[in-house]
């Protein structure tokens, strides 16, 4: 596709993942840095891939939750009905976080807008990248 556009973002969040032994990680923060990619082959009626705002929008509504939260405690992973011991039904990896954002980011973009990529960094060298 031709034309792409970016929004970037940050939110405040802590977490604590699944280690391969089965038990948690020490629950810590991070400035976690967000950035999503969409593109499309064709412009707008307006001359846009698609207006940034209405990216924002869609970007920050996922987001909003976590700020200043555990993601430990927030949905998609922690959800009472699909539980593992530690309460999580999915351990809230930078990667599923990049996931999770760029499938809810997809499926809320107009008919003729692709998601690329979105990217979650959780410190300075340390980014996962979901693609669709």
Same mark, same amino acid.
Request: aromatic share 6%.
């Given at each position: 596709?031709?034309?792409?556009?970016?929004?970037?973002?940050?939110?405040?969040?802590a977490?604590? @993942?699944?280690?391969?032994?089965? /038990?948690?990680?020490?629950?810590?923060?991070? &400035?976690? /840095?967000?950035?999503?990619?969409? +593109?499309?082959?064709?412009?707008?009626?307006?001359?846009?891939?698609?207006?940034? *705002?209405?990216?924002?929008? @869609?970007?920050?509504?996922i987001?909003?939750n976590?700020? &200043?939260? *555990?993601?430990n405690d927030?949905?998609?992973?922690?959800? +009472?009905?699909?539980?593992?011991r *530690?309460?999580?039904?999915? /351990?809230?990896?930078?990667?599923?976080?990049a996931e999770?954002?760029?499938?809810?980011?997809?499926a809320?973009l107009?008919? &003729?807008v692709?998601l690329v /990529?979105a +990217?979650?960094?959780?410190?300075?060298?340390?980014?996962?990248?979901?693609r669709a």
């Amino acid at each position: 596709m031709p034309y792409e556009i970016t929004y970037e973002t940050t939110f405040a969040a802590a977490h604590a @993942i699944i280690l391969p032994d089965g /038990s948690l990680e020490q629950v810590h923060g991070h &400035n976690w /840095s967000l950035v999503v990619t969409v +593109a499309a082959d064709e412009l707008d009626g307006i001359e846009t891939v698609m207006d940034f *705002h209405d990216l924002e929008k @869609i970007v920050l509504g996922i987001t909003a939750n976590w700020h &200043n939260q *555990h993601l430990n405690d927030c949905a998609p992973f922690a959800d +009472a009905a699909q539980t593992d011991r *530690h309460g999580l039904a999915v /351990s809230p990896t930078a990667e599923r976080v990049a996931e999770h954002v760029g499938v809810t980011v997809a499926a809320a973009l107009p008919a &003729n807008v692709r998601l690329v /990529s979105a +990217a979650v960094g959780e410190a300075p060298g340390c980014t996962a990248v979901y693609r669709a």
